[in-house]
């Protein structure tokens, strides 16, 4: 007996639907539940699956054919049968049309499903209603309940082509009303995202302990100044010129800065201290840690002795430095002993910000961008001169404004005159 | 403007009308030495004459007859039934002659006849003498249907109902007879068809009939105080129904409460209700269509059974209240 393959009806209101393509051509052998075509609705593109095996044969609709829905596209047959004349007009003779209670018909209709396709259990193999609930269990996804909307949620969700069923009913009874379908349109219909959860581990909750030790444990005093950047640019520009023909690395902002820093600091001993319990200790090395940012977070490596290494010695170290930190391999020795740690953030462009100390440190330096500025020379002119903010972070309990004006003070001294580097 | 009640501007208008047109005359139980049950009539018997205000025999069906006999001879009568209840004892004549008269001459005969008669509730006079049966004359085509809430609106229409050339069903009510209001002194009318908004408000739509316009507007203003803006419609005559500010005013609030004192059962209030629901303001619903009536029961003579078998100011608010709200 052929079995006729028909165009399914996938939506309440759908009346024909497009061929996209066969996926088994005349002939080829296929089983029940492979998909046998691509349909396109109005609204959908869907794989339909074959309703039972066999052979297909008979297929009369072929790509982009617009076909009525419930309309014979091809029968299913079995191996020595032949598809049945007159496709569309000739119906298929008809079988003895399966015998069924009238609410069994009735409920088999409502359910869009083919008598012919429920086995019946009552007397003379009869359907009844048992039958066809049995059968509506069995289709894949019971139908889904209607959405509730008042006639006015419902006019302005056709109009602002919102799915109702998406919006989340505000009304008696999870009633979809008008303001709903407003709402919906405001927000995107996407759920709330939930935060990522990084947990607080690692370099990062050793940054997050110390700098909360010591913002709440350290009373900060802040002081800024500007500084006049030409004369150092142009002694950092004299250096490259030589470090370049001597394969040196590259001195940077910062490798210059370590230099002036150690040597402001040797001058002022508190700046470079620590308080242990009741005792203040003036360390007897200058130890320039270096903030370097790093994608897991911020590390701080150390220049040491940077008052005693010269220009070209530091530059080396640096760079070997943030080298070895960039790519995870720094030692434990080469992040201990830092007595004094300079923050430079003027790469990125900032002008000016301030730095939380690192323990059991007693001052940070946030060094910001150079950039041309007005300034009034000291003739009264109005000069364009590339200036630098740099902001001091003490440790107040033993470092007061006056000390720490006086070693920033110095330290714009010797950037603005890098020649008293040699002093 | 001269404020004067809904009674004495009823008895204006005939007065008026009387004057103006030789052809008016009342007839009815009661309405000439004794100036009509609840006295609309006073005075008109003195000023017009036994041939033009008539005492009849207790037959309502003889005074819708004579007056559909007269009406058919060029006369324009205005019949009084005491109580609205015994329009049923009226009906033959009124359902079954002067509705289809005019029809079934092909045009060539005309009825201008007002049938005057009190409705409703509240006066304590039992299931007989109370009841609201607006809807039996509605339901019949060839009879205009007028119910006034306000002594504005009766004395305008009543005038209209007189030179109307149709039989009209002109209901009043026995609350509202003292219920007083600014009536122009000058003859005026108010087309048979034309509702009114009698309060303006974006929240929800009350429509309302006869007594219950004023109590919804009571109940409007009570629930203005609580920040819900109740839009009061008044259709006025029911029949022929102007439908348009009804049908624009559920689509400017989505939400309406119809209110009236008939039975809920086959009140007017389901007719306005389809009416809604099949016109464009359906798309504009956001909750249910509502109605407050009367109970399914006769009117109970115990004052408080009675108070409780229609809707009462405080039903209005608290159905009105639950419909702003969203909660139905």
């Known amino acids: ?423 | 403007m001269r404020e004067i009640t809904y009674s004495e501007a009823l008895r204006e208008a005939l007065r008026q009308e009387m004057r103006r047109d030789e052809h008016v005359f009342i007839i009815g139980e009661d309405v000439g030495i004794y100036g009509g049950a609840f006295g609309v009539t006073r005075g008109l018997f003195e000023e017009f004459g036994e041939e033009r205000v008539i005492d009849t025999p207790i037959s309502e069906l003889g005074i819708a007859g004579a007056i559909t006999g007269a009406a058919l001879t060029g006369m324009r009568p205005v019949g009084e039934i005491m109580f609205m209840d015994f329009m049923t004892l009226a009906s033959e004549q009124l359902v079954n002659q002067a509705a289809k008269i005019r029809f079934m001459f092909g045009g060539k005969a005309t009825l201008p006849f007002v049938m005057r008669t009190p409705a409703g509730a509240g006066t304590g006079a039992a299931a007989q003498h109370s009841q609201s049966l607006e809807n039996w004359f509605v339901h019949i085509p060839g009879l205009k249907v007028v119910m006034p809430s306000t002594p504005y609106d009766a004395k305008g229409l009543l005038i209209a109902s007189i030179r109307d050339d149709n039989p009209v069903i002109f209901i009043e009510h026995k609350l509202l007879y003292r219920v007083k209001g600014p009536v122009p002194e000058e003859p005026y009318t108010i087309p048979l068809g034309a509702a009114e908004i009698k309060r303006e408000g974006q929240d929800l739509t009350i429509v309302a009939t006869s007594v219950m316009v004023q109590r919804s507007l009571e109940a409007a203003a009570q629930l203005a105080s609580e920040g819900i803006e109740v839009e009061v419609v008044d259709p006025r005559t029911l029949k022929p129904l102007d439908a348009e500010p009804i049908i624009r005013s559920v689509m400017k609030t989505g939400r309406v409460l119809i209110v009236h004192e008939a039975c809920k059962t086959g009140g007017y209030g389901g007719e306005l209700a389809a009416l809604i629901a099949e016109s464009e303001a359906f798309d504009y619903l956001e909750a249910p269509i509502v109605r407050l009536a009367g109970r399914d029961m006769p009117i109970p003579y115990n004052r408080t059974l009675e108070y409780h078998a229609v809707p009462q100011v405080e039903n209005i608010v608290a159905k009105a209240r639950e419909l702003a709200q969203g909660r139905i």
């Open chain 1, 1 to 423: 007996m052929a079995i006729p393959v028909i165009m399914p009806k996938l939506e309440m209101t759908q009346e024909t639907a497009t061929i996209i393509e066969w996926l088994k051509q005349e002939g080829e052998e296929v089983e029940k539940g492979e998909p046998l075509l691509v349909v396109e609705t109005d609204k959908i593109t869907v794989d339909i699956e074959s309703p039972a095996s066999g052979i297909l044969a008979g297929v009369c609709a072929g790509p982009a054919d617009v076909v009525p829905v419930t309309e014979i596209i091809a029968y299913l047959l079995k191996p020595g049968e032949a598809a049945p004349q007159e496709v569309v007009s000739a119906p298929t003779p008809p079988s003895p049309p399966p015998t069924a209670t009238p609410v069994a018909r009735r409920l088999a209709a409502t359910a869009g499903l083919s008598l012919g396709e429920i086995a019946g259990t009552g007397p003379s193999n009869k359907i009844c209603k048992a039958d066809v609930e049995r059968a509506i269990a069995a289709q894949s996804a019971p139908p889904p309940a209607k959405t509730r909307a008042t006639p006015a949620a419902r006019r302005i969700a056709r109009e602002r082509a919102v799915a109702l069923r998406t919006v989340t009913g505000s009304g008696p009874r999870g009633r979809v009303q008008a303001a709903d379908v407003l709402t919906s349109t405001i927000t995107p219909e996407r759920p709330e995202q939930a935060a990522e959860v990084i947990p607080l581990q690692g370099i990062r909750r050793t940054i997050a302990e110390r700098i909360t030790d010591s913002y709440q444990g350290v009373p900060h005093v802040y002081f800024t100044m500007r500084v006049d950047m030409g004369e150092f640019e142009k002694a950092r520009a004299s250096l490259n010129a030589r470090m370049q023909r001597a394969a040196v690395p590259h001195v940077s902002v910062t490798v210059l800065l370590v230099k002036a820093v150690a040597w402001a600091l040797k001058r002022h001993p508190w700046l470079n201290s620590t308080l242990r319990g009741a005792e203040i200790h003036l360390l007897p090395e200058i130890n320039v840690g270096i903030a370097v940012a790093l994608e897991e977070g911020l590390i701080v490596p150390v220049v040491r002795h940077a008052d005693l290494k010269g220009v070209a010695e530091i530059a080396r170290r640096v760079n070997e430095l943030v080298t070895r930190a960039r790519e995870g391999r720094l030692t434990p020795a080469d992040v201990a002993g830092g007595t004094f740690t300079l923050s430079n953030l003027g790469p990125f462009g900032i002008e000016q910000f301030t730095a939380i100390i690192n323990p059991p440190q007693a001052a940070i330096l946030a060094v910001g961008a150079t950039r041309p500025e007005a300034t009034v020379s000291p003739e009264g002119q109005i000069v364009i001169r590339p200036v630098l903010r740099m902001t001091l972070a003490a440790d107040h309990r033993i470092i007061d404004g006056a000390l720490a004006a006086r070693f920033l003070a110095e330290l714009r001294e010797v950037l603005e005159n890098p020649t008293l580097l040699l002093w």
